[in-house]
């Protein structure tokens, strides 16, 4: 079984300020991790993923996420918002056996910047 | 690359009428597409997971009966609403995971489909 857990429905940052947006898994096997942003009425766009290579992942728009397998964590940090980053943000572990393939979501956290 | 395309992007229908989704890989070959539901101010929750040339799986507490699924190409898998009710409306979602080997546990996700069941 695999779980996802994002720390905070909500952030509110000021722009140019540093973005940290938490999440824990939990996974019987090695996993993959991955964080998506989605815009209203939109689907989700990949914006990093981690697929046990370096434990440091940088993504699109200036995000990165680092693995720590001790804190069973992947946060998302980037370090100067914004405007454009508000969005809601979703953290997910797809895992091996029965669920190869198969993204398990966080319930989301909604990311505000305000000038 | 690696673009989902979903039609249509919203659709309004009357409840007991069915309604179809499409969803397309435009440059890749999806052997697996998955199919999400999103409710307001919520997380997707997977309803079905469509392998080209066999039976969707549907996870737990999904209607099979009422969420028909079809893969039958490697770029195409479908979603048909049957019966809708109001309780259908929803945000529906697809991904599709590229059939090439090591790229199997990506998915690229569909614009999403806004459906409304009057």
């Known amino acids: 079984a695999q779980s996802v857990t994002q720390l905070g429905s909500h952030v509110s940052v000021s722009e140019g300020a540093l973005v940290l947006l938490r999440c824990n898994y939990s996974s019987s096997v090695p996993p993959y991790l991955f964080w998506y942003v989605q815009y209203p009425n939109q689907g989700l766009q990949l914006l990093l993923k981690y697929t046990s290579a370096a434990t440091l992942v940088k993504g699109i728009n200036g995000f990165e996420a680092e693995f720590k397998k001790s804190e069973t964590s992947f946060h998302l940090t980037k370090p100067s918002a914004h405007m454009s980053d508000a969005a809601e943000y979703f953290c997910?572990?797809?895992?091996?056996?029965?669920?190869?393939?198969?993204?398990?979501f966080g319930q989301g956290t909604i990311l505000t910047v305000h000038p | 690359g690696a673009v989902v395309s979903q039609h249509p992007s919203w659709v309004i229908c009357k409840s007991g009428t069915s309604v179809k989704i499409e969803c397309r890989s435009l440059d890749f070959q999806a052997t697996t597409m998955f199919w999400y539901r999103q409710f307001p101010k919520q997380s997707l929750m997977l309803m079905a997971t469509?392998?080209?040339?066999?039976?969707?799986?549907?996870e737990q507490g999904v209607e099979k009966d009422k969420f028909l699924i079809n893969h039958a190409s490697l770029t195409l898998s479908t979603l048909t609403v049957t019966s809708a009710h109001p309780e259908d409306s929803s945000f529906y979602i697809c991904?599709?995971?590229?059939?090439?080997?090591?790229?199997?546990?990506?998915?690229?996700f569909g614009p999403g489909t806004r459906l409304t069941v009057t």
């Open positions: 997910a572990v797809s895992g091996g056996g029965t669920s190869y393939g198969k993204l398990t």
């Open positions: 469509s392998n080209e040339g066999s039976k969707a799986t549907y």
């Open positions: 991904s599709a995971s590229p059939s090439m080997t090591g790229k199997r546990y990506e998915q690229y």
